[in-house]
């Protein structure tokens, strides 16, 4: 049998309910207990049976919480109306310490609130099977324990099965800084949840949700750590001005932009969003959504136009902890996403009037800045040009 046929055929083989082991098993014990099922075999198939195959009691006993957990919470979900918060984390907090008794962890929580389950999220939270993390979630949004939702999309505990009802339910409940925290936390986002959260901070009101403070707070704490950083002499001269180029660019980010706005430099500046998935997310956009991102990209090449000197800190996260700074668009980033909405509704743009004149503006502003691209390459040709005569007539000096 060829190795093709053999991965074809366990392919095929019906295996064990994923409910069972939803966890991530502690697979290196087990492997090494593994022998071979025959010492001398003459079959020459390129996959041999082993035999000693079992399940480490630890990871029997954590799996077997889980499903007994799971059951619990699911039948006490089913009477909403005598189920509350209380309860919720008194099972939870059981669960979770009998997880840390199998493993030693030191995590231990002394009162039932979101402060001691958040901690222990942080450190067991790896241990919860898959349906059971979908089950928290869910108990989460249903009794607003919005503290322990954070916990679990920061750590990465948020399955991607059960993704696009957690974006619709935060929609729902108007949680913009969890939505966000999606954004960033959450590996691979489709298409179409993109594009709910996309819509969701186009059409936002004005202060039309509370947890939006936590947005403004955010980049407002990253811009007066970055001045201090800038003038902070302990920090030597190279992570100085690291710190005075991350000043400037979180300057821009934040001054002028109201804090829908600053929810969209997540969006614009993620990595999961590749031009394919903002190209389909445009496309489903109404026409006040369009204007409103128009005017929002028209904010960034006016900042550009004005502050040429601005560029990515991409040391500035790890030298510095200036985390905010990877989630600053780049120019590149607001001239793709100018790009994809005028290839996607040309027609809309050119036939209604009311686009006309921040067309116009754009334009004026693309010009000066393509202008200014031009001098900037003649002068870095002539600047390598210089480079190579220097090395020339130092080397025949030599």
């Given at each position: 049998?060829?190795?093709?046929?053999?991965?074809?055929?366990?392919?095929?083989?019906?295996?064990?309910?994923?409910?069972?082991?939803?966890?991530?098993?502690?697979?290196?014990?087990?492997l090494?207990?593994?022998?071979?099922?025959?010492?001398?075999?003459?079959?020459?198939?390129?996959?041999?049976?082993?035999?000693?195959?079992?399940?480490?009691?630890?990871?029997?006993?954590?799996?077997e919480?889980?499903?007994?957990?799971?059951?619990?919470?699911?039948?006490?979900?089913?009477?909403?109306?005598?189920f509350?918060?209380?309860?919720?984390?008194?099972?939870?907090?059981?669960?979770?310490?009998?997880?840390?008794?199998?493993?030693?962890?030191?995590?231990?929580?002394?009162?039932?609130?979101?402060?001691?389950?958040?901690?222990?999220?942080?450190?067991?939270?790896?241990?919860?099977?898959?349906?059971?993390?979908?089950?928290?979630m869910?108990?989460?949004?249903?009794?607003?324990?919005?503290?322990?939702?954070?916990?679990?999309?920061v750590?990465?505990?948020?399955?991607?099965?059960?993704?696009?009802?957690?974006?619709?339910?935060?929609?729902?409940?108007?949680?913009?800084?969890?939505?966000?925290?999606?954004v960033?936390?959450?590996?691979?986002?489709?298409?179409?949840?993109?594009?709910?959260?996309?819509?969701?901070?186009l059409?936002?009101?004005?202060?039309?949700?509370?947890?939006?403070?936590?947005?403004?707070?955010?980049?407002?704490?990253?811009?007066m750590?970055?001045?201090?950083?800038?003038?902070?002499?302990?920090?030597?001269?190279?992570?100085?001005?690291?710190?005075?180029?991350?000043?400037?660019?979180?300057?821009?980010?934040?001054?002028?932009?109201?804090?829908?706005?600053?929810?969209?430099?997540?969006?614009?500046?993620?990595?999961?969003?590749?031009e394919?998935?903002?190209?389909?997310?445009?496309?489903?956009?109404?026409?006040?959504?369009?204007?409103v991102?128009?005017?929002?990209?028209?904010?960034?090449?006016?900042?550009?136009?004005?502050?040429?000197?601005?560029?990515?800190?991409?040391?500035?996260?790890?030298?510095?902890?200036?985390?905010?700074?990877?989630?600053?668009?780049?120019?590149?980033?607001?001239?793709?996403?100018?790009?994809?909405v005028?290839?996607?509704?040309?027609?809309?743009?050119?036939?209604?009037?009311?686009?006309?004149?921040?067309?116009?503006?754009?334009?004026?502003?693309?010009?000066?800045?393509?202008?200014?691209?031009?001098?900037?390459?003649?002068?870095?040709?002539?600047?390598?040009?210089?480079?190579?005569?220097?090395?020339?007539?130092?080397?025949?000096?030599?």
């Amino acid at each position: 049998m060829s190795l093709l046929e053999v991965i074809t055929k366990a392919s095929i083989t019906p295996t064990t309910s994923d409910e069972n082991y939803s966890i991530v098993l502690n697979s290196e014990p087990v492997l090494l207990q593994l022998k071979p099922e025959k010492e001398e075999d003459d079959d020459v198939s390129l996959v041999k049976r082993g035999t000693g195959w079992r399940l480490l009691s630890t990871d029997v006993e954590v799996i077997e919480l889980g499903q007994s957990f799971f059951k619990n919470l699911k039948k006490k979900m089913k009477k909403p109306n005598t189920f509350n918060k209380d309860e919720f984390f008194k099972l939870l907090v059981s669960y979770m310490t009998e997880i840390r008794e199998k493993f030693g962890d030191s995590v231990h929580a002394d009162r039932l609130d979101e402060d001691n389950i958040v901690k222990m999220i942080e450190k067991l939270g790896n241990f919860m099977g898959r349906d059971v993390k979908g089950l928290i979630m869910e108990a989460c949004v249903v009794l607003e324990t919005w503290e322990v939702l954070e916990s679990l999309i920061v750590n990465g505990l948020v399955e991607h099965s059960g993704l696009s009802s957690l974006i619709n339910n935060l929609i729902e409940k108007k949680q913009s800084w969890l939505l966000l925290l999606c954004v960033k936390h959450v590996l691979d986002i489709q298409t179409y949840d993109m594009m709910c959260v996309l819509k969701y901070f186009l059409a936002l009101p004005k202060n039309g949700d509370s947890t939006l403070i936590n947005v403004r707070k955010e980049w407002e704490s990253q811009a007066m750590s970055a001045i201090e950083k800038a003038m902070d002499m302990s920090l030597g001269p190279i992570r100085m001005d690291i710190a005075r180029d991350a000043s400037l660019l979180l300057m821009l980010a934040h001054d002028g932009f109201s804090v829908s706005e600053m929810c969209l430099h997540y969006l614009l500046a993620s990595r999961n969003v590749d031009e394919v998935i903002l190209g389909a997310c445009i496309s489903k956009l109404t026409g006040s959504e369009i204007m409103v991102l128009i005017l929002y990209l028209q904010k960034w090449l006016n900042k550009y136009e004005r502050f040429p000197q601005v560029c990515p800190c991409p040391k500035a996260p790890f030298e510095l902890g200036l985390k905010a700074c990877e989630w600053v668009p780049s120019l590149e980033d607001i001239v793709k996403c100018l790009g994809l909405v005028i290839d996607e509704h040309f027609s809309s743009l050119v036939l209604h009037q009311e686009f006309h004149g921040e067309l116009i503006s754009l334009d004026e502003v693309v010009d000066s800045l393509t202008a200014e691209a031009k001098i900037c390459g003649i002068l870095s040709n002539l600047t390598e040009a210089l480079k190579r005569k220097h090395k020339g007539i130092a080397g025949h000096a030599a």
